[in-house]
């Protein structure tokens, strides 16, 4: 089964840009399933951000505004996440995630990795 | 966006028990239901997609329903792993939303 691992600095500045990568392993990231982010504040639900098709077309939250930057690198069989302006309500658990083409389930998630927005 | 208003928010259950969680979308959803189990500092796992069909290696305790906007997850006899958070997710149109979480507790 495809595995995902959340990389990137566990701590931002206020103002500042958000920058994570997620590396999949077992599979392809042009095979045919979208490629997405999903959040979690400490204590709280789980928030869509966006996911992303290699070389087509991408999804993101509104609730995000423009914040939001999606990309994909199919030579490394990674894709990225960037999230400007951040704010201390964007601190959260951020998760890398698989998610179907046809049913838009997220069939395999990444552990997860913690970002923490402060000065 | 499409609300989805889980209940309850947590229930107490011993080994054994049946036990029933759910989920109504504020709109026609079609199947396009998803349930999800997280346990503490993990990421949450799929369970049961498109409302009733049953994830590869889930355990065959776990099965959804439908019926209408109101949708169903039970677990047929409670074992000790399933202590856990659960999630209901839509997948009918984006933004994709999620359920504000059941937790589920040792009685």
């Known amino acids: 089964q495809v595995q995902l691992q959340e990389s990137g600095p566990g701590l931002v500045k206020p103002s500042e840009t958000l920058s994570l990568t997620c590396s999949v392993s077992?599979?392809?990231?042009?095979?045919?399933?979208?490629w997405g982010w999903i959040r979690q504040p400490p204590g709280k639900g789980l928030e869509w951000i966006g996911h992303?098709?290699?070389?087509?077309?991408?999804y993101h939250n509104p609730s995000l505004k423009s914040r939001v930057t999606m990309s994909a690198d199919t030579s490394k069989n990674q894709f990225s996440l960037r999230l400007d302006s951040v704010t201390a309500a964007d601190t959260a658990v951020y998760y890398c995630?698989?998610?179907?083409?046809?049913?838009?389930?997220?069939?395999?998630w990444g552990q997860g990795t913690v970002v923490t927005v402060s000065s | 966006d499409i609300q989805m208003t889980q209940s309850p928010s947590s229930l107490s259950a011993s080994v054994g028990d049946r036990v029933t969680i759910t989920c109504r979308a504020s709109?026609?959803?079609?199947?396009?239901l998803n349930w999800y189990q997280q346990k503490p500092g993990k990421a949450p796992k799929l369970l049961i997609y498109?409302?009733?069909s049953l994830h590869s290696g889930v355990p065959s305790r776990f099965s959804g329903s439908e019926s209408g906007t109101d949708f169903t997850l039970t677990i047929s006899s409670l074992q000790p792993e399933d202590y856990a958070t659960y999630y209901c997710?839509?997948?009918?149109?984006?933004?994709?939303?999620f359920g504000g979480g059941t937790k589920v507790e040792i009685k």
């Open positions: 995630a698989s998610i179907g083409q046809v049913e838009l389930n997220i069939d395999y």
């Open positions: 709109q026609s959803i079609s199947s396009f």
């Open positions: 498109a409302a009733s």
């Open positions: 077992d599979y392809s990231i042009s095979s045919g399933h979208y």
């Open positions: 997710q839509q997948s009918y149109r984006t933004p994709l939303t």
């Open positions: 992303i098709y290699p070389g087509g077309s991408s």
